[in-house]
């Protein structure tokens, strides 16, 4: 018949290193009858009490094998808080971008790119946080001799104070690298499935075809240009002259070919404006103020906005 | 005093007294039950799922040494100080008596 104490041991030894199993067997059997006899009376009573303050199996026999009791300890906890947090903050809204754009590639409805980009975000959101924990507990059980954590730290990896007038962070990051693509997406998803569709049942683009020609592609290497300077912006962690001018500079190079080509009737298909039920010419003498006055008010303002940070940034640090 | 508290610091106060206890107690062989009555009649309250795994990590760090006795009915594994245990319980003993100095000087001091 087993007993108690047969069921314990073997809960003890089943998980302690196969050269140390017998060993540890004999001897905690031993200790274990001496408890019980010790105890004295009614032997069931006393094997149950000796049990019970041995405690659990798989602690005893974590404390054995000298197998840590927690999934990830002090001495890599810290490593894996910043690397999620890096991955959350830049990785997932990246990946969840680039997702929103594959769909729009492939012409999907508006439906299906916002569906499909938040089923991809919880995804690749679960998945980071769980192969990211999977590695760290496989380190913490693996490398039991080291004792210093992974990354070493210096007193040059301090971060900057942030300026609460002047600073950057995560909050100016994150629009930049969401809307920035979503905007390119978007030119790319009008031209490739729009509202309304011609009489061969194309899709009838809202931006004129022909600036595909040089001036489409001009828009996606400024849309570049902005997200490497919002990246910039964000490892600088506070706005300097040079990168307000930069800024400046970024800025009439999308004002100013954006205006001149408002102005000219450039930019809004007529069969599309047509469609929406503008008479000839009305697209052009309705849509053009409101657009120049958009894109001159949002330019200007993003522009000064740089040279009043850059301002107060060197000041501060005088 | 809020007894949880004090209780957390006399348990991190109390936390390798009982590696040095058994490093003295075992200069005579003896086995882990005994062993564990041994020490808490000597005043070092230890639980028998601390003491175990303790001995046989001290055993792996060559601090202690082992033999089985199979003499009795009942085979028990007997350990004893090794002469590398008895450096490092010297070590520890004099550490112990320069806190000891250096915490009674502390609170004279204050005293007066």
Redesign the interface.
Known sequence: MTTLTDRYIWAVTRSVPEQQRSDIERELRASIDDDIEARGGDIATAERETLLALGDPDRLAASYAQRPAMLIGPKYFFDYVRLLRVLYAIVLPITVVAVAAAHVIARDGIGEIIGGSIVAGITIGAHLGFWTTLVFAVIERTDAARTAPLTEWKPESLPQIPDRRAGTGLAELIPAVVFLPFFAGAIVWQQLSSVFQDAAGAPVPLLRPELWSFWIPYTFVLIALELVFAVVLYRLQRWTWPMAIVNVLLNLAFMIPATWLVLQDRVFNPVFTAELGFPDGLGAAVLAPVMVLVFLGAGIGDAADGIVKARRASLASR | MDPDVSGTHLQELRRGTVVLACLVVLRTPD????L??RLNELGFAV????L??LL??LESQGLLSSD?NTDQA????FYSTSDAGNELAAVLIADWGNLHRSITNLDEGEAR
Request: net charge positive.
């Open positions: 086995y882990g039950y005994s564990l009555e639980d028998a799922n601390t175990y795994p046989r990590r089985w009942r085979p028990r594994k």
